[in-house]
């Protein structure tokens, strides 16, 4: 899709721990900062349904800040059984590109403080490593404060 749409990136190799699926794991693993490593969660809103969130690897996304930014009162992460069904993704490998169906989707500010960052690219043992700007135009990410 990325290669389809002319947008730069880099794919990214790493050893999968099935134990430790963690965003903390996969820095370890590609020597790299893990403020510049990001997990995508998506969550069910109690007035928008389904959306998307990406956030810094080391931090919890804070609910009220999501709930917020996306017009909701309040959300929940989605139940881990529903995540491959509703995205087409598997917990450890969710991608904020490319999921079965276009969810409203937010990226926290901090991904601006970096030239690239880093994304699951799909599947596990696979990152994207891309500009914040070029992510945030192809999803496309609304910008907030989500920690």
Known sequence: MLD?????????AYSVDESDLSAVHVAAELHEDIDAVFKTIVLEGDRTGHFVCVIPGAFEV???KASRASGNKSCKPVPLKELLP???YIRGGCCPIGMKKLF????????LLHE??????????LQLRMTPEDLI?????????LI
């Open 116 to 125: 690239k960052i880093y994304v699951s690219a799909g599947q596990r043992g």
């Open 104 to 111: 409203p989707s937010y990226i926290d500010e901090t991904c």
């Open 4 to 12: 389809a749409s002319g947008v730069p990136y880099e794919l990214i």
């Open 137 to 145: 135009a192809y999803v496309p990410l609304a910008v907030s404060d």
């Open 62 to 64: 804070d609910l009220k």
């Open 86 to 88: 509703l995205t087409g």
